[in-house]
């Protein structure tokens, strides 16, 4: 599995972004049962995790960032976007998406993530 982000930037406070993450996988593997996921880190602090979705598609959202950012999942182009509104500086960080990678039931619940994304740049200037 091989992800690929694009999309970030730098944006003054109160602005958009958007990231996305095209996935490439095995042609036996379904993404469509795969947990995937955005992670953050911002100098000096520690990994947070921003926004998940399950194999259902179901969506949990960070209380940080719940009502300004959205994630989907787009199962036939294997794309997963975040889309950043309202943003502040404290979101100022490195992106990743990042997946199990794993092609099981809706009802497996989601394992470690496996795979990342080589990271992408969000900058929120005050």
């Known amino acids: 599995v091989q992800l690929i982000q694009s999309g970030g930037g730098s944006v003054q406070a109160g602005g958009s972004l958007s990231v996305s993450c095209a996935a490439s996988?095995?042609?036996?593997?379904?993404?469509?049962?795969?947990?995937m996921g955005w992670i953050r880190q911002a100098p000096g602090k520690e990994r947070e995790g921003v926004a998940r979705?399950?194999?259902?598609?179901?969506?949990t959202v960070a209380e940080s960032v719940k009502g300004r950012f959205t994630i989907s999942k787009d199962n036939d182009k294997k794309i997963l976007y975040l889309e950043m509104n309202s943003l502040k500086p404290e979101d100022t960080a490195m992106y990743y998406c990042?997946?199990?990678?794993?092609?099981?039931?809706?009802?497996?619940?989601?394992?470690?993530?496996?795979?990342w994304g080589q990271g992408t740049q969000v900058t929120v200037s005050s």
């Open positions: 990042a997946t199990d990678g794993v092609d099981m039931p809706p009802w497996t619940g989601c394992v470690e993530d496996r795979y």
């Open positions: 996988v095995p042609t036996y593997s379904n993404y469509r049962n795969y947990c």
């Open positions: 979705v399950d194999r259902y598609g179901n969506v």
